[in-house]
């Protein structure tokens, strides 16, 4: 077997393996679905008790029988919202934003240098808790290895090419087509997708051509997925934006789009050392901006995320209780909490909220609290971006 023979066989190999997991999970229609969820895990999500959930739903008993009802799908969670939203007028049952109040849509970069930080995983929990929250999420995948697009059960390397990846809006000038046709809906209901493959590194070529050739534009190099964004805006409440770990000019233009961003960083003396290199460049970049623009980055909050985080580590503790110490209110107050319930979902392309654990329920309980304290930590600094100050105050923990 020849170099290239080799290569290619690792290929195919792996990227069946990735489809089998899928299809084995998700038999017999061999694409992921989503599963229905408990009263109590839903009740615990709206912050009332199962009964007040079923009354406020108006929930029937399933089949002919008299007991209560133990599982609800995610339609039926979306109108217990607006029940419960109806009989309370609390704003937080049915959080949407409001464009007649000013509210644009938010977009959220998840982003950092280096690769294994849980930039993926964090920006796609964060995109499923926010829909179950009752937003409309579009989850925009600028990755070219296409993670966040195969979580959803596309094949990046089969499914997704120019003509349906953000390439393809870059590339609008040679090949036509509209913004809208790029979010392609998924099996969760309030979420659309970008999804991203190979061809992202088309993109990347055209805008860096854009960027050197010092060309005048109608839309500025950087300014592409503001465009995107402002194009599909009307549909959407949350933008979530999954990049590429490294410098590169897609992830150039999530900064210029994003409301905020969240860096994910592992407590570890590496990873740390990697953020900061990631911060020194922002800093030079922004400054290099402003002196060329006049102003910065129009970002109304900016995070560092601590994942894969082991409290029994006394030397991840330490760092943690350090990056407290330094950067005080940038830190998320929680960790992302590292478990292996995460490997085990993960084996079927499951994220916390698609897997049901059959057993140590207590380990999965523990890790969804934390992706949920997480996800609730940045969903109260989009409510500050919207101006809903009193709103973050009548919850705050």
Known sequence: MDQAARFRHVAEVLRTAQRMAIEVENAPDKRKRLRRFSTQEVAALLGVTPRQLRQASGLKPAGKGIAPRARVDFAEIMAARAALYESTGQLSFLPRRDAAKGEELAAIAFTNFKGGSAKTTSSVHF????????????????????????????????????????????????????????????????????PAGAALSEAEEMLARRAASGEAEETLYFEELSAFLAEVAGDYDVAVIDTRPDVNMLMTTALHAATGIVVPSRATMTDLASTGEFFAHLAGYTTAFQEAFGHGLKLAFNRILVTAYDPTDRSQEALLNLLRERFTDMVLPDP??????????????????????????????????????VSRAIERDVWRAWGRDAMVKETQP
């Open 336 to 373: 992302f909490l590292h478990s292996r319930i995460m490997g085990t979902a993960g084996f079927g392309k499951e994220t916390l909220y698609e897997y049901e654990p059959s057993t140590d329920r207590a380990a999965y309980n523990r890790v969804l609290a934390s992706a949920n304290s």
């Open 127 to 194: 995109a499923q808790y926010m829909a179950l929250a009752g937003y409309r999420i579009l989850l925009i995948d600028l990755d070219s290895q296409g993670s966040t697009t195969a979580q959803f059960g596309m094949d990046p390397a089969e499914e997704v090419g120019l003509g349906n990846s953000f390439a393809g809006w870059v590339a609008r000038q040679h090949v036509p087509l509209s913004a809208k046709a790029l979010c392609q809906p998924t099996y969760w209901p309030n979420i659309d997708l970008v």
